[in-house]
């Protein structure tokens, strides 16, 4: 099959383009810069010069595509809300519209579980669980109204909406941020650590994507996970031993932590700040709000089953 990816110099990218060019597919993919079609092309890739802003340009470089994967996202999660609108929204919308209009087969959106979190803990459930009315970050806002914009959306482009949970694996810099935190005195567990989490190893994401390019039922949702949930504390204590790491057991209540993230939150939007504060919402919800989803409905309509598991993962980390 002819593929078109966008986001195939990041961390999911990368993996996923080396995926589908053993699968014996065909990829071409999105390059903002000249480092980022030197790295497609190493990998094997044909490079497109341009951009999500300019999609009307080069669209017609999607002719002859079987499937468009839209992996492309802001890696930062804080800013204006009209950068993230822009730039996953936006953008989602008229790469669709010109996947249409040429006519592409097959639209495949990598979305995020964070078009979930707002307070509330996510345990056992699906992908029927509606929309909270804001969710807790502009980037899972922004994720959210894609989704929506796709699912609305008439086309005759089979359409399909992956939603990850936390993606690690090698090249994941969530370690390197921690790790940074903890050296600065800035770390700190929530609720212990105690809180349930669910992840997927950037390789069972890329499984669950390459099924997607032939299986699952048009304008449908499928959460992806590793199916296995942990504890932060578990998981992240065994990144730090890996990495040589000894994270301090200092601990804060996470309705204590909560009401700080929302002031914290609060006064960066009032005064404008732009870098990033130091407690946020949506860096609260990674740490301490419970996740544990149910993953039948990928199993089901797309066969998929995780072909990492998380000590093989770990293993892969030393």
């Known amino acids: 099959m002819n593929i078109f990816v966008t986001g195939g110099s990041g961390f999911l990218g990368k ?16 390059a903002r810069s000249d480092s980022s079609a030197k790295i497609l092309e190493q990998l094997g890739a044909k490079a497109i010069k341009g951009s999500l802003e300019n999609i009307t340009q080069w ?14 996202a802001p890696v930062e999660f804080w800013g204006p809300w009209e950068k993230f609108y822009q730039e996953i929204t936006l953008a989602t919308k008229n790469l669709l519209v010109s996947s249409s209009k040429m ?5 495949i959106y990598i979305s995020s579980e964070s078009v979930l979190q707002d307070v509330a803990p996510l345990v056992d459930i699906d992908e ?19 989704e929506q914009e796709i699912l609305n959306f008439p086309t ?27 050296k600065s005195g800035q770390f700190m567990w929530i609720d212990n650590g105690q809180c349930l989490i669910e992840t997927v190893h950037v390789d069972n994401l890329v499984e669950a994507i390459s099924l997607a390019c032939i299986k699952g039922n048009d304008k449908q949702i499928y959460i992806v996970t590793d199916d ?3 504890t932060v504390k578990e998981y992240f204590n065994k990144i730090f031993q890996i990495r040589g790491i000894k994270a301090p057991n200092k601990n804060l209540p ?27 919402r949506f860096d609260l919800s990674f740490v301490a709000m419970p996740r544990k989803y149910n993953i039948s409905k990928i199993k089901q309509e797309l066969g998929y089953k995780p072909i990492i598991t998380r000590e093989v993962g770990f293993q892969q980390l030393t």
């Open 15 to 30: 993996r996923l383009i080396k995926r589908l060019l053993a699968d014996n597919n065909t990829v071409t993919a999105l």
């Open 103 to 107: 006519h592409v087969k097959r639209f």
């Open 228 to 230: 296995d949930p942990i």
């Open 254 to 280: 996470s309705f204590i932590a909560n009401t700080l993230a929302t002031i914290v939150e609060s006064i960066w939007k009032l005064l404008n700040i732009k870098n990033p504060p130091p407690l946020s």
């Open 128 to 146: 029927q669980f509606p929309y909270p009315a804001e969710p807790n970050s502009y980037y899972g806002k922004a994720k959210k109204l894609a």
């Open 59 to 72: 669209e017609t470089d999607l002719q002859g595509h079987d499937i468009v994967i839209h992996c492309a």
């Open 156 to 182: 005759e482009t089979k359409c399909i909406i992956l939603r990850p949970t936390y993606i690690w694996g090698q090249g994941d810099k969530t370690p390197l941020t921690l790790e940074a935190k903890i």
